[in-house]
């Protein structure tokens, strides 16, 4: 049996999270959905009333039977955020979201990041997104970091990355995250994206899809390294966002590449460094990506697809062609049911991701880093 305290936390984060999936949900409605006592559901409302968290909006109408009309409950705007920030080698953007979701500022930077002085150029970039993000009267909750390479968020670790140049273990929570005044969680690029549909979406249907982050980078380092080019793939499964067997999910290599090496198809690093100019070389990339994303769909039965970063900037019918690679991969008489769709998050998803990440923490069961004890003492 949990400890009571433990219970009724848990009980003050599933009530903060139906609030967030449905503004203007009333008390009564919290207790039916929850499948908790109506008395409970007022004690833990009170309470978040009290700490600034929810609010009671304008009361709604009545029930055909009559009696007191229900009063809405909404989070407040006024009470915290939360921030997120892309790095990327030589640059990074950040933004600021409150707990509805709502954007409240976007920060963006020049940097240079080396392994050797990565823990110093991410403590900088941290703190300078914080002061330009700065909400009066309001508290930071935490910080979402996305980035690419092989990234295990519950160690806060970076065992590897191609994109910032590094080769060995690299413990973030430690270097980074433990000198901050306030919580800090990094994870993979790519699964940061899935994490801010998720917290974005509020849909709960929303349980099985994949989210395929495709960047071009231009600055010499990318270009030389990888071709400019960078893929991930965030995997969602019955609601969560898959961290694979040893924490490394959200890596891409096309399945068409042979031998080992940092090119991620199976193109030469000279092709994918002009897609933006070679319709061509374009073409070739969204058809590969397309062929992989195809054998995981219909091998994984996903109900969406989410196309995020810089692939429908450069011009490319995507969605049509991972429709028709979709078709041909699939061997049964019925049609697939996938919906294909370009995320509203665009070149910011990483970030919005990260925040999300944050967002999705907070309004979970689990004690999240940076959210106060809801429940108080019983």
């Not at 933006?276 to 039965?301: F, G, H, I, P, Y």
Request: net charge neutral; glycine share 12%.
């Amino acid at each position: 049996m949990p400890r009571k305290g433990l219970e009724t936390t848990g009980n003050a984060s599933r009530i903060l999270r139906a609030v967030y999936q449905h503004p203007r949900i009333s008390r009564v409605a919290i207790a039916e959905r929850l499948s908790l006592d109506k008395s409970t559901v007022t004690h833990q409302v009170n309470r978040l009333i009290q700490r600034g968290i929810i609010e009671e909006i304008e009361e709604g109408n009545s029930s055909a039977k009559g009696g007191r009309r229900p009063i809405h409950l909404s989070l407040s705007k006024r009470y915290g955020y939360c921030i997120g920030v892309e790095l990327q080698v030589e640059s990074w953007v950040a933004v600021a979201v409150d707990l509805t979701g709502e954007v409240l500022g976007e920060a963006r930077g020049d940097c240079h990041i080396e392994a050797e002085s990565l823990a110093d150029t991410a403590l900088a970039i941290l703190t300078e997104a914080q002061a330009r993000l700065r909400q009066e009267g309001r508290s930071l909750l935490g910080i979402g970091v996305g980035t690419g390479g092989l990234v295990n968020l519950r160690k806060s670790f970076i065992h590897f990355s191609v994109p910032l140049g590094i080769t060995a273990p690299f413990d973030f929570g430690k270097a980074v995250a433990s000198r901050l005044e306030v919580p800090c969680l990094i994870e993979n690029d790519a699964n940061c994206c899935a994490w801010g549909e998720l917290a974005f979406d509020r849909s709960e249907d929303l349980k099985d899809f994949i989210f395929a982050l495709v960047e071009f980078r231009k600055d010499p380092h990318s270009l030389g390294k990888y071709g400019g080019l960078g893929v991930g793939f965030g995997i969602v499964l019955g609601g969560k966002v898959h961290p694979g067997a040893h924490g490394n999910a959200g890596e891409f290599r096309s399945a068409f590449c042979e031998g080992r090496g940092n090119l991620q198809f199976s193109l030469p690093r000279e092709d994918l460094a002009r897609i933006d100019r070679d319709r061509q070389a374009l073409e070739k990339v969204s058809d590969e990506l397309a062929r992989n994303v195809a054998m995981l769909v219909n091998t994984m039965d996903f109900e969406r697809v989410f196309i995020g970063g810089d692939l429908e900037s450069l011009g490319v019918d995507f969605p049509g062609t991972l429709r028709r690679r979709l078709e041909e991969n699939w061997m049964y008489p019925w049609p697939k049911d996938v919906k294909i769709l370009n995320s509203n998050l665009r070149e910011r998803a990483v970030a919005f991701g990260a925040a999300g990440m944050i967002l999705d923490r907070l309004f979970s069961g689990r004690s999240a880093p940076g959210w106060p004890e809801a429940s108080g003492p019983s």
